[in-house]
Nanobody, 125 residues
Framework: ELQLVESGGGSVQAGGSLRLSCAASTNTYRSNWLGWFRQAPGKEREGVATMHTAGGSTVYADSVKGRFTISADNDKNTVYLQMNSLKPEDTAMYYC??????????????????WGQGTQVTVSS
């Protein structure tokens, strides 16, 4: 089964940058959609960005367009989320996710069912 491991979270001041990484256990994801989600305390989980690892198509939430960039290094089985111009409202636990036929979370027309353990991002004003 596909396993995902996130890293790269931390604490930064507003306006700063972070890069999150998501390492996949196998290369079977390469024809699928990979995505980043986040969940702030007391809020529902929301999709942030998703990318088709073979075709390169991307989708971003309006709140992060122009600031976040999703990318993939297929040789390393890794997906990244470069986050620039961070705002306090970006504070959340960030999760990497992969497409799954029986996934229980929809985003950008795709079902996501594989999840990492999450990495915390905290942005102070």
């Amino acid at each position: 089964e596909l396993q995902l491991v996130e890293s790269g979270g931390g604490s930064v001041q507003a306006g700063g940058s972070l890069r999150l990484s998501c390492a996949a256990s196998t290369n079977t994801y390469r024809s699928n959609w990979l995505g980043w989600f986040r969940q702030a305390p007391g809020k529902e989980r929301e999709g942030v960005a998703t990318m088709h690892t073979a075709g390169g198509s991307t989708v971003y939430a309006d709140s992060v367009k122009g600031r976040f960039t999703i990318s993939a290094d297929n040789d390393k089985n890794t997906v990244y989320l470069q986050m620039n111009s961070l705002k306090p409202e970006d504070t959340a636990m960030y999760y990497c996710a992969a497409e799954a036929a029986d996934g229980n979370t929809w985003y950008a027309g795709c079902r996501f069912g594989y999840w990492g353990q999450g990495t915390q991002v905290t942005v102070s004003s």
